[in-house]
Nanobody, 118 residues
């Protein structure tokens, strides 16, 4: 079984920074795509950023472009999200996600709370 564990969330003032980390374990296959999603109260879960295995190719939601950076260490099966210039609208539970294309695996972490105060 694949397990994802997020860390790094917390409370920060607007304009501040946080760095989220996700450690993956238990996968017998390469995690083809890893990324971050977020869900605010009353809203659907939304894409934040994804990155492809073996590549620096990354996709970002328009709302975070220029402020957030996703990075990945394939050997360690870890992914990070550096969040700068945080805004109150970034407040949400952030979830790590991993997908394995071969077996259509789709795995989620437990989430980590990010709260940005004005």
């Amino acid at each position: 079984q694949v397990q994802l564990v997020e860390s790094g969330g917390g409370l920060v003032q607007a304009g501040g920074s946080l760095r989220l980390s996700c450690a993956a374990s238990g996968s017998a296959f390469r995690l083809d795509v890893m990324g971050w999603y977020r869900q605010a109260p009353g809203k659907q879960r939304e894409l934040v950023a994804t990155i492809i295995s073996g590549s620096s190719s990354a996709n970002y939601a328009d709302s975070v472009k220029g402020r957030f950076t996703i990075s990945r260490d394939n050997a360690k099966n870890t992914v990070h999200l550096q969040m700068n210039s945080l805004k109150p609208e970034d407040t949400a539970v952030y979830y790590c996600n991993a997908r394995v294309l071969f077996n259509a695996g789709d795995y989620w972490g437990q989430g980590t709370q990010v709260t940005v105060s004005s």
